[in-house]
């Protein structure tokens, strides 16, 4: 019986380092986005920053690990096999859980996780005590269950949420009021007790605070840090200000870069201070449950209550470290983790660009109630204090010559104040120690710092909104979904056993396996779409404009009619699989052509700095690009769904005509393609290719006509019908399409060389 919970520990141990890994591949992002979004630093110098926190902090953590042991619940309730199966079940939800959500993309909070994991096992195990009890009803449940800390912990975490928007945006709000957006001459004079100030706060919380869980400061050490508390504080101020003010006149220190990197370091220790408890803190109890009922040979595992787990106890500091470890190799080589960053800084993105979410009832209906707010807040305010907030927080010019990608998404006041707010408050979380989500806290930091600095703006507000409310939306599923696995892996074991532990586990070990296998190849697509392979080229690519755009039509006419020969095959067959593809690529197309036609602004801008008169011609032609993509999608959509949805096959003629169409379709653009890649636009040979424009309308006007008779002698249904008159009409449009491309290609592509000429 011994060697079996000695393999239930080393099952929690070796779950625990997978979890470490899934864990920080969610939440490392957090204390990364601040200095990854202002371009504050190199990203290895950002990084060996953020190790240094994380092994700091991990030393920070041994106070936190109290919450595993019982912060959810009586462990004195409970007997050692049920302790185990209740450790078991939670570390075995929590790595589906987090691996799944690491997979899809979404982020999720590994301490709401871990706290209704703990919950939902808990509960489960307790409910199977009292239906073996003759003398306990549902009623005794909170015997079991520590639920004044359970609940003192889910308020604290949803009140952060609240807590941590309103303390970005306030905070935030001042700070650009007093700097603006224009602060390097401001900085000059008050740059040093900015710093000051951020690197004191960060000092206090951090290091007084967190000093309490420490596994190697000594209670004298504490007394005298809390005896001398104000006179820390008010040497740290008066010191770091002149530091910084010395350094800014002898070597010209860019303060804010040393608040974010600081800043930085202090978020990383203290996520690795707060949240190392959500990956280690259960088999770390489990261990101390094990050792307990080992020191008592023969003892019955459902005859030793586990009392001991509710004294405190020091965790030692070597397995912190090495905790601590694997968390910052995770930090650096997972590549789950590099995509989660986009989320947090795409809605709160200071620049123009595409919207990573649509949008939504409740956020469209907020913006307006925002508006009209703001319209009544307008009419109280006098038009001076108006117009003297207005000034500081207009927004300075963006610098000449820098490239839309390489600039930063914010700028580092912006991303000192995410850094130094988030850090105090998941500090304060951690010295009262309630496990404060990190991930609720910076990203509604970082949110609140955003609509305060009005990177919310008209245009972009619905879409942020949408986000933010979706990633809400992604925690509280985050709460329901670890609740309820955990109860029901946690029964599974209670009544199976043995059984259920290898069963459980198995399917685990598959689930991250596949996950990983998914994720690969969903890598491996992203890297195949950019290779230069002609078929599967990008239409969107690096480059001067007129390159640009000759290699957009050129990739456009080249995967079209390969693409409806698929879709025609396809259909003639019936084969799903072959439409399926046809469709993903379709999209994709679709998708790229989108993503050139809105950069139209932003190109015209550079195109007026030479000439006005290409600008038409340019948009003229992503018009083309745009309506071309539409109608292959509306071609190839239909078809999958047909065949999909197993409706009838189509007749012989219908498939007879369609093979026409696509052999004139594929000359048709083969030919327009030649005259590209050669540019050549030749009289005599863009008449040519009108003719077979011409030929290939005649025979869709027939075929339209044939489709007609069928339908009169009731030879075909109205789904076949639909379909079949549906992709003659949209064949139409792309053919006609088509042929205004090359027409507006010939006009960019003479007008383009006619001011080169004039260049030279």
Request: with cysteine; net charge neutral.
């Amino acid at each position: 019986m011994e060697n079996f919970y000695l393999i239930i520990v080393v099952v929690l141990f070796a779950l625990a380092i997978s979890d470490l890994i899934v864990g920080v591949s969610n939440d490392a992002v957090n204390f990364l986005n601040s200095a990854f979004g202002s371009k504050a630093a190199p990203r290895w110098a950002i990084m060996i920053i953020a190790s240094l926190g994380i092994l700091v902090g991990a030393t920070f953590s041994s106070g936190m690990m109290e919450v595993a042991r019982k912060g959810i619940f009586h462990p004195d309730q409970f007997y050692f096999a049920e302790i185990m199966i209740i450790f078991i079940a939670v570390m075995l939800t929590d790595i589906i859980l987090l691996d799944f959500y690491n997979t899809i993309g979404l982020p999720t909070s590994t301490t709401v996780s871990i706290v209704f994991e703990l919950l939902g096992a808990a509960v489960a195990v307790a409910v199977v005590k009292i239906m073996n009890s003759a003398d306990q009803t549902m009623l005794d449940l909170g015997n079991y269950i520590n639920s004044a800390k359970a609940l003192a912990i889910i308020t604290g975490i949803l009140l952060s949420v609240v807590i941590a928007f309103l303390s970005g945006s306030l905070v935030q709000w001042i700070t650009r009021l007093i700097f603006t957006y224009r602060f390097e001459k401001t900085f000059k004079y008050f740059g040093a007790i900015f710093g000051g100030f951020a690197i004191t706060a960060i000092t206090y919380f951090i290091l007084i605070k967190g000093a309490k869980g420490s596994s190697f400061i000594s209670k004298e050490t504490l007394s005298w840090i809390k005896d001398n508390t104000f006179t820390i504080i008010a040497v740290c101020f008066v010191g770091w200000t002149v530091v910084l003010q010395a350094l800014v006149w002898f070597i010209r220190l860019n303060i804010l870069k040393v608040i974010v990197l600081v800043g930085t370091f202090a978020l990383a220790m203290a996520f690795a201070g707060n949240d190392l408890v959500n990956f280690i803190g259960v088999p770390l109890a489990g261990f101390k449950s094990f050792q307990a009922w080992a020191a008592s040979p023969g003892m019955d595992p459902y005859g030793m209550t586990m009392g001991i787990l509710g004294e405190k106890v020091q965790t030692e500091t070597y397995l912190l470290i090495i905790a601590g470890l694997i968390m910052t190799v995770t930090l650096w080589f997972s590549k789950k983790a590099r995509t989660v960053t986009e989320t947090e800084i795409g809605l709160s993105n200071q620049n123009e660009g595409d919207e990573k979410f649509g949008s939504s009832f409740f956020a469209r209906l907020l913006v307006r109630r925002s508006l009209s707010a703001n319209s009544t807040f307008k009419n109280i305010l006098p038009t001076s204090v108006q117009t003297g907030i207005q000034n500081r927080f207009k927004k300075a010019e963006a610098p000449a010559g820098i490239d839309k990608k390489d600039m930063p998404a914010f700028d580092m006041i912006r991303a000192s104040v995410n850094l130094t707010v988030a850090s105090i408050l998941i500090s304060i979380g951690t010295s009262l120690k309630l496990p404060l989500s990190t991930t609720y806290v910076t990203f509604m930091v970082a949110m609140g710092s955003s609509l305060s600095d009005r990177a919310w703006d008209r245009d972009s507000a619905v879409y942020r909104i949408t986000g933010v409310l979706t990633v809400i939306g992604g925690w509280f599923f985050t709460a329901f979904s670890a609740f309820t696995a955990a109860f029901i892996f946690a029964s599974l074991i209670n009544w199976l056993g043995g059984y259920a532990i290898i069963g459980l586990l198995a399917m685990a070990i598959f689930f991250v396996v596949r996950s990983h296998i998914f994720h690969k190849k969903k890598t491996s697509s992203q890297d195949l779409d950019e290779n230069t392979d002609e078929e599967d080229a990008s239409i969107i690519i690096k480059g001067e404009i007129f390159e640009q755009l000759t290699h957009a039509v050129a990739v456009v006419t080249t995967k079209i009619p390969k693409v409806y020969g698929k879709i025609v095959t396809g259909l003639a067959f019936e084969e799903r699989t072959n439409l399926k593809e046809s469709l993903k690529k379709v999209r994709k197309l679709d998708k790229e052509a989108k993503a050139l036609k809105d950069q139209v602004p932003v190109v015209v801008k550079k195109l007026t700095e030479d000439s006005i008169t290409t600008g038409p011609f340019y948009v003229q032609l992503l018009d083309y690009l745009r309506e071309i993509a539409h109608s292959i999608n509306f071609i190839a959509e239909p078809a999958f769904d047909y065949v999909d949805n197993n409706h009838k096959s189509l007749v012989p003629e219908q498939v007879e005509e369609l093979n026409t169409i696509q052999t004139k379709l594929e000359d048709f653009f083969k030919t327009i393609n030649r005259l590209l890649k050669d540019n050549n636009y030749d009289l005599d040979q863009i008449e040519k290719a009108f003719s077979k424009q011409k030929d290939l309308l005649t025979s869709l006007r027939k075929f339209r006509k044939e489709q007609i008779r069928r339908i009169k002698a009731e030879r075909v249904g109205t789904r076949n019908s639909v379909l079949y008159l549906g992709i003659i009409n949209e064949t139409k449009n792309l053919v006609l399409y088509s042929g205004n491309l090359l027409k507006a290609s010939r006009d960019f592509t003479t007008m383009n060389s006619d001011e080169t000429d004039e260049d030279l």
